[in-house]
């Protein structure tokens, strides 16, 4: 029997395809319709969820408050939840992690990027558990973008903001088939992926939960 996953703030599913490949049944939880989340879905406040069945629990709790995309007046308008989330993790006593960006507040956290699965983006991401996670060998090289590592962000353009706008230059590709690729998703929209981890993040990290639980047991 493949043990039950409950992802928190689950949006459409980056994480959620990677622990399903890891080895879990996934249940899918966010406050708006997700009408791509490729798992079961339950549309309520992800802190209200019952998780009495859950043998782990992921949570993607939101972003925008720590994100370097969001400007510094505008930060204050969006929730921190990481607080609220982790005391709800730490009362069901299951296996958990929570994945955030660089700067959210996280205790002791393991950091991914992109380059460490041979994905075409960076995409730096935090992430705290209650299990003792390691971490992939990290490459000796720094990714750049540009170079070989495309922007999903925004509409995905870094132009330089100096002189004649009709030298303003897209230094990757912008189209939504590369950002799929670069991902490695390919059932996401625009806006979709923007806010989506690689599901190779959650697989790997997903196996660590699954021989957890599976040494426990």
Same mark, same amino acid.
């Given at each position: ?7 928190l703030?689950?949006?459409?599913g980056?994480?959620s ?10 249940v899918?939880?966010d406050?708006?319709?997700q009408?791509?989340?490729? @798992?079961? @879905?339950?549309?309520m ?10 043998a ?11 994100s ?5 007046? /505008?930060?204050?308008g ?31 956290p ?16 935090? @992430? ?9 060998e ?22 330089s903001r100096?002189?004649?706008? /009709? ?6 590709p912008?189209?939504i ?21 690689p ?7 997903g196996?660590?939960?699954?021989r ?6």
């Amino acid at each position: 029997m493949r043990p039950l996953l409950v992802e928190l703030f689950c949006g459409a599913g980056g994480a959620s395809m990677g622990l399903h490949r890891a080895g879990f049944d996934v249940v899918g939880v966010d406050h708006v319709p997700q009408p791509r989340y490729p @798992f079961d @879905f339950v549309q309520m406040d992800a802190l209200e969820y019952p998780l009495d069945a859950a043998a782990a629990v992921w949570a993607s709790s939101p972003c925008q408050r720590f994100s370097v995309a969001t400007t510094a007046a /505008s930060r204050s308008g969006h929730p921190d939840l990481i607080e609220a989330t982790r005391a709800r993790l730490r009362d069901h006593g299951s296996p958990w992690i929570i994945e955030n960006v660089p700067a959210a507040p996280l205790e002791s956290p393991l950091a991914l990027r992109g380059d460490m699965f041979g994905l075409g983006v960076i995409r730096s991401r935090r @992430f705290e558990s209650n299990v003792l996670l390691m971490s992939p060998e990290m490459p000796r090289a720094k990714p750049r973008l540009g170079e070989g590592y495309v922007c999903v962000a925004g509409n995905g353009m870094n132009r330089s903001r100096r002189g004649d706008p /009709s030298t303003w230059t897209k230094p990757y590709p912008t189209d939504i088939a590369s950002w799929r690729e670069s991902m490695g998703i390919d059932w996401m929209v625009r806006w979709e992926l923007v806010q989506a981890i690689p599901p190779a993040y959650a697989e790997y990290l997903g196996r660590q939960l699954i021989r957890y639980i599976e040494r426990a047991a």
